[in-house]
T-cell receptor, first 114, second 114 residues
Framework: NAGVTQTPKFRILKIGQSMTLQCTQD?????MYWYRQDPGMGLKLIYY???????DKGEVPNGYNVSRSTTEDFPLRLELAAPSQTSVYFC?????????????FGQGTRLTVV | DAKTTQPTSMDCAEGRAANLPCNHS???????VYWYRQIHSQGPQYIIH???NNETNEMASLIITEDRKSSTLILPHATLRDTAVYYC???????????????FGKGTHLIIQP
């Protein structure tokens, strides 16, 4: 049981390049999330998904896209990288029907755009 | 806007109880109080949550005031490994780590002193 796995752990992109951050979970969780964390700040929600085929915007979605074709995977796509997207990205998942639940986080992807 | 207010930083001696306060004066009746922590450069880790009653698990205790406007996370015997940023989060019953994710503020940086 690996939990939430993110790849890559580190990446340097040039301005204008594109990339996909991978996230997979093996807990059969229906909810998945992408957050970004800038230095000294809390996490901000980029996108989330309540199940396969369903995604929605969070607080800071501009410049990103997501898809959820399976329960396990929730990739985050950066189409035209900008320096403002330099951040640490965390993927998380939770099982949520109704009531309180805990979210499990991956170890993060540290992205630098130069 | 953050729904919670926490001190920016706190110190605690190793082996002593660490008491982390959180104000959430605008909490509504169906909102849970969650605590997560983030050890340097890692993904956030769930600690505990509660609605009205005090809660205890293997990691910590959560004390919620009767009016639910504030709470205290207690680490009973702090160790150096408990040095981390601790986030107090309020979230409603049907998202609770679910549909709209968790809103992270800046948290409290707890430093355990040897």
């Amino acid at each position: 049981n690996a939990g939430v796995t993110q790849t890559p752990k580190f990446r340097i992109l040039k301005i204008g390049q594109s990339m996909t951050l991978q996230c997979t979970q093996d807990m059969n969780h229906n909810y998945m999330y992408w957050y970004r964390q800038d230095p000294g700040m809390g996490l901000k929600l980029i996108y989330y998904s309540v199940g396969a085929g369903i995604t929605d915007k969070g607080e800071v979605p501009n410049g990103y896209n997501v898809s959820r074709s399976t329960t396990e995977d929730f990739p985050l796509r950066l189409e035209l990288a900008a320096p403002s997207q330099t951040s640490v990205y965390f993927c998380a998942s939770s099982y949520s029907d109704r009531g309180a639940t805990e979210a499990f986080f991956g170890q993060g992807t540290r992205l630098t755009v130069v | 806007d953050a729904k919670t207010t926490q001190p920016t930083s706190m110190d605690c001696a190793e082996g002593r109880a660490a008491n982390l306060p959180c104000n959430h004066s605008t909490i509504s009746g169906n909102e849970y109080v969650y605590w997560y922590r983030q050890i340097h450069s890692q993904g956030p880790q769930y600690i505990i949550h509660g609605l009205k009653n005090n809660e205890t698990n293997e990691m910590a205790s959560l004390i919620i005031t009767e009016d639910r406007k504030s709470s205290t996370l207690i680490l009973p015997h702090a160790t150096l490994r408990d040095t981390a940023v601790y986030y107090c989060i309020v979230s409603d019953l049907y998202s609770g780590g679910g549909a709209d994710g968790l809103t992270f503020g800046k948290g409290t940086h707890l430093i355990i002193q040897p």
